[in-house]
């Protein structure tokens, strides 16, 4: 009874304890992609990736938080979304300064589907405006494969399947990087 000397009730304090942890990630990752040359968008796209997975490994119980199963009757406030996008503003800088460097093109040869693309510029209206939408998609595949790998890893995926898990994540990585065209 005394948290609530603190927060008025449970979601108050749900809602405190998730925003720190999407900051500490945020932060994390800012840090680790903020070290790397502009200009390298292929180092810039694996430091963000791995300073998820080690901010997860070393915090799994925040990690599962806010990227776990949802906690029953809790619905976040609008008040968390600026600390739980930071991680995506860093994949979306990365992918505006590769379509500013013309490093990133998207293919003609491969058509997105309107509704697609419609649905994914509202995402890339937030976080790489000047993103087309085949560029974006492929960013946000990128980005939940990420995740994808992470979960996978710190809730027992790979459990008795996967031993090297950490060349493993650095190979699936490198596959989205070529996914997404950064190391042309």
């Not at 809602?15 to 903020?34: F, M, Q």
């Not at 960013?139 to 790979?158: D, I, K, N, P, T």
């Amino acid at each position: 009874s005394a948290i609530y000397r603190y927060f008025p009730s449970r979601d108050d304090l749900l809602t405190a304890l998730i925003i720190d942890a999407y900051d500490k990630l945020g932060r994390r990752v800012e840090d680790d992609e903020g070290r790397v040359d502009r200009a390298d968008l292929t180092g810039r796209f694996m430091a963000a990736a791995h300073a998820v997975r080690d901010w997860a490994l070393a915090h799994p119980h925040e990690y599962a938080l806010i990227y776990g199963s949802p906690v029953p009757g809790y619905r976040a406030p609008q008040d968390t979304v600026a600390s739980a996008i930071r991680t995506s503003l860093v994949l979306g800088r990365i992918l505006n300064d590769g379509v500013r460097s013309g490093a990133l093109r998207a293919d003609p040869a491969i058509e997105v589907p309107a509704t697609v693309a419609r649905e994914v510029r509202n995402v890339a209206d937030v976080i790489s405006p000047d993103v087309p939408p085949a560029i974006a998609s492929r960013g946000m595949g990128a980005w939940v494969h990420l995740f994808g790998m992470v979960s996978f890893e710190l809730f027992g995926q790979f459990n008795n399947t996967i031993d090297d898990r950490a060349s493993f994540f650095d190979y699936q990585m490198r596959t989205q990087v070529a996914l997404i065209g950064l190391d042309s």
